[in-house]
């Protein structure tokens, strides 16, 4: 397999996992999250894009130090918007250093030249304040019970956003049934220098689903679209089991779906990507994905089953389970990733 850009940034991959997170294990490699410090400093640089703000700032000192947060997708839905900030600014953030020993940190907190605080993160509290700029609520409400006849004829096929904090949020596991090859290989994993991820890098099946931005399911027929809001990813799933399709590797794999009842499963085979998770463990390409999607009773979430069938990386088949929230009035966004250059 090859991958292009190998000039690998594991940010826009595993930042967006709650702290809490299992798959928070390779994020715990690249920064110290043992210990908090505070910078500050004259903005000097600011980049406000996906999959990752980034911005510099010039110490009293005479040190640059290179300053990471969260997507513009996360930040927007916040009302957090690049106008609080600017170049020339005295600013204060407060986070982890990189473990490498460069002059690196990701931040959750913002502290304003006029003393005002913004909270980058959902869900996190603030550092300096009993208040901050910007609101984690969308991010943090739980799904909306379906009420009228017109949301409920729409069944699956809506926009399905993620509870930022919540149990349903994560996908994967730490203790994976792993063979030994496969246990060794996770141990040796490396998250800067082994991951595929660049800064728009697309991000291959299983790995993907694990993101926490807006999906929709859309109807076409003797084909189901799911939509992803990360990097503006589209799966296909063909529901015509008759149809021919191309079954070359592609990274997303190849997907034939088919209805039981009211719920859509899914089968995905021809993956072309060596991880199943951020945290190093590998898949082979003989890999095989068996997927269900399905409402909740009271019609406010998507409920999502994943079982994995790899026997060159796991000793029985692994199941694994998320859900995504319905709030009205939501959208899948354009992505627009910016690379680094």
Known sequence: MKFPG?????????LLLPVSGVAHHAFTGVFDMDNVTELSGELTELLWRNPHVRFSIRTDAGETWEIETNSVSILGR???SAEIMAVG???????????SGRLGMWTNNLLLADGREVVMRPGVEPYWTDSTLGTSEVWLAEGT???DSAAEGLGLFRVWSTHFTGPSRSLFEADLPLTAPAAAARAAFDPVADDPIGDCILKGMPWIMAQPYPVALVDHGDIILFQIEEYDAVRTFYMDAEAEIDESPARLGRSRGHWVGDELHVTTRHIDWPYFDSSGTPQSDAIELYEVFSLSDDG?????????????TFTEPVELDKAWMWRPGEVVKPYDCTPSG
Not at 89 to 99: F, M, P, Q, S
Not at 300 to 312: E, H, I, V, W
């Open 78 to 80: 916040m009302d957090i």
């Open 300 to 312: 406010s979430r998507l409920n999502y089953q994943l079982t994995a069938t790899d026997s060159a």
């Open 89 to 99: 600014d005295n600013i204060t953030v407060a986070g982890y250093k990189a473990r």
């Open 6 to 14: 190998r000039k690998f940034n594991l940010l826009g991959a595993v």
């Open 145 to 147: 019970e379906v009420t």
